[in-house]
Nanobody
């Protein structure tokens, strides 16, 4: 079955950097779009970035120029490099995919496959 396991979250001061990783298994990783989403306390889950199987990237306006999504198909892993972090980036970050469509970017859907999430906290 599809499994997504995030790692790399933590606490950092504003202006700092973090790199998130998501190890995927149970499907043909290189074919499918992968995405990162985030959810702050009391708010809805928001899309952050996506990368297609062919490594075309898409970003939310709020992170464009600061975050970089990438993938290593040999290691079935997707990354999110987060630079120039702001307190408003504080959230639980989730990795996601779906395996019924090759469409990219991903949207927030209850029937996506989701990881367990990793906390990112940015202090001012």
């Amino acid at each position: 079955q599809v499994q997504l396991v995030e790692s790399g979250g933590g606490s950092v001061q504003a202006g700092g950097s973090l790199r998130l990783s998501c190890a995927a298994s149970g499907f043909s990783f290189s074919e499918y779009c992968m995405g990162w989403f985030r959810q702050a306390p009391g708010k809805e889950r928001d899309w952050v970035a996506s990368i297609s199987g062919g490594s075309i990237t898409y970003y939310a306006d709020s992170v464009k120029g600061r975050f970089t999504i990438s993938r290593d198909n040999a290691k079935n892993t997707v990354f999110l490099q987060m630079d120039s972090l702001k307190p408003e980036d504080t959230a639980v970050y989730y990795c996601a995919t779906n395996t019924w469509s090759l469409a990219c970017p991903l949207a927030v859907r209850v029937d996506n496959f989701w990881g367990q999430g990793t906390q990112v906290t940015v202090s001012s």
